[in-house]
């Protein structure tokens, strides 16, 4: 007979690699790390002429909110209509599992029509909940098993308005028990945690409007922060209760703070629409907290563009000669190469081994050699005859890919 010992150490056991499974799924905005790594695909010895179709869904819905991967299900956000739709399907058939859907009109600002209604902010799925915001600011929780909604907010009462100029983008958080969003629109809003379980608000940083940023958590001089970039600033926050850090005045034309920042080693790094691609240090003097530039690149100015870090480089796209990928030294802030122009408006950028994987808006999975010489291509597969805005999500040997109404799974 087992002792009562042995059986509760099994069950921990047991307990511990499910959560470490879980933990590797690609739950969220630029994965289980929101960096951009991805620790569980297998990446190819030899990489195939094309890769397999395991299947596609067409009429999946419109928007640009990435595929999430919990388990043995893959949840989609998307348009339908006059509805925001979240969907979960079989990761291994595409079989739809089930579908909740809410009425979510939305009107386009002139100048983002080619976007189109979106939404665009990616859903982050934890501990048996799943959470998204839609394109005009409205906020959910949802079970992933039966796709029950437990709580929403619209937050019409609370703000002016509930989202920025060309519709909420920024994806949420999870921190501990907290659900953490930047809520409100460019007239006022606010970075606020709620309950994860019940929806209820525990703080909120009211200290300017949201971006289309999506933030970080990061432990900068020794200290455990939420990062963003904010309609005007790029912050730092305590995450436990909202108390400001510090700030950094940094704005792009038409308030379009966009990219999500990235830390390498004691190193903030963070850029936007024809701004320098800039590093900073951020060292606390007692209770204050001040910003020192180390170095900026105005070579390579990021737009959309989220940049990956692999060791001492940081790869990424440059809007320059309609977009280039390019590598620099994050140490010096030097450009050690760019790629060849003309490669689309925007890439999802991802490191696996040795190699990073973008995705296009040419319908393009494009496969190159992380290096300090020159951009490496390996692969250039065409998978979509639409343009892919969305983040890939990647399980086992296979990406997931959502085009401008599928979403698909191939296999290398």
Not at 38 to 66: C, E, L, N, Y
Not at 148 to 174: C, N
Not at 299 to 305: A, E, G, K, L, T
């Amino acid at each position: 007979m087992i002792s009562m010992k042995k059986l509760i150490l099994a069950l921990l056991l047991v307990s511990t690699v499910s959560f470490a499974a879980q933990s590797q799924d690609w739950n969220q905005w630029r994965g289980a790390a929101r960096d951009g790594h991805v620790t569980t695909f297998s990446v190819p010895a030899a990489w195939p002429d094309r890769p397999k179709p395991v299947w596609k869904v067409t009429g999946a819905g419109i928007g640009h909110a990435s595929p999430v991967v919990a388990g043995s299900r893959v949840f989609l956000f998307s348009r339908i209509g006059e509805q925001e739709a979240l969907t979960a399907y079989d990761v291994n058939t595409g079989k739809q599992l089930w579908r909740q859907a809410y009425e979510a009109p939305y009107q386009m600002n002139s100048a983002a029509t080619t976007h189109g209604k979106g939404p665009k902010s990616t859903p982050v799925v934890n501990r048996g909940h799943i959470f998204t915001l839609g394109i005009s600011g409205i906020l959910s929780a949802f079970d992933t098993g039966t796709g029950k909604a437990l709580w929403r907010h619209d937050f019409k009462k609370e703000y002016q308005g509930t989202l920025p100029d060309f519709g909420a983008s920024m994806s949420p958080i999870v921190d501990g028990d907290q659900l953490i969003a930047h809520v409100g629109g460019a007239q006022g809003g606010a970075i606020t945690a709620f309950a994860r379980t019940t929806g209820a608000q525990r703080w909120a940083w009211k200290g300017d409007g949201p971006a289309y940023a999506s933030p970080i958590t990061a432990s900068l001089g020794g200290t455990r922060q939420l990062i963003t970039q904010t309609q005007s600033n790029v912050v730092g926050l305590a995450p436990e209760d909202g108390r400001e850090l510090w700030r950094i005045p940094f704005t792009t034309d038409y308030d379009q703070n966009i990219i999500t920042p990235v830390v390498v080693d004691d190193l903030l790094i963070y850029g936007g629409l024809s701004k320098p691609t800039t590093a900073v240090r951020l060292v606390r003097e007692g209770s204050a907290w001040k910003s020192e530039q180390v170095w900026q690149n105005a070579d390579v100015p990021m737009y959309r563009s989220a940049p990956v870090v692999a060791g001492s480089v940081l790869y990424g796209m440059t809007r320059r000669n309609r977009g280039q990928f390019f590598a620099l030294d994050t140490n010096s802030g030097k450009t050690l190469w760019t790629g060849p122009p003309r490669q689309g408006e925007n890439a999802a950028l991802t490191v696996a081994g040795s190699v990073v994987i973008a995705t296009t808006t040419e319908g393009k999975l494009v496969v190159f050699r992380q290096g300090i010489k020159a951009f490496e291509l390996i692969r250039d597969y065409t998978l979509a005859d639409s343009p892919i805005w969305a983040h890939p999500a990647f399980h086992g040997r296979g990406v997931f890919v959502k085009d401008a109404e599928t979403l698909s799974f191939w296999t290398f």
